[in-house]
């Protein structure tokens, strides 16, 4: 289960609280889409390292200026 939604006009918050964690790549692919400027992932939400490496070059695809880190 997931949820996406505006915090302010400025400020989008993605809460996941699935098993799968971000295995999810239309989530993900919606979330670049919204082109933000930061995005910010928990690094032991990610089921593997490749799993990580997907998310990453999809927002260097779809979403270019957003800074991806992950914590």
Request: charged share 25%; proline share 4%.
């Amino acid at each position: 289960m997931s949820w996406l939604g505006p915090v302010t006009a400025d400020v989008l918050c993605l809460a996941s609280y699935s098993a799968s964690r971000w295995r999810e790549s239309a989530l993900i692919k919606e979330l670049a889409g919204h082109e933000p400027l930061r995005v910010v992932f928990r690094d032991n939400g990610f089921v593997s390292d490749a799993v990580k490496i997907n998310v990453e070059q999809i927002f260097r695809q779809l979403s270019p200026v957003t800074e991806v880190k992950s914590l």
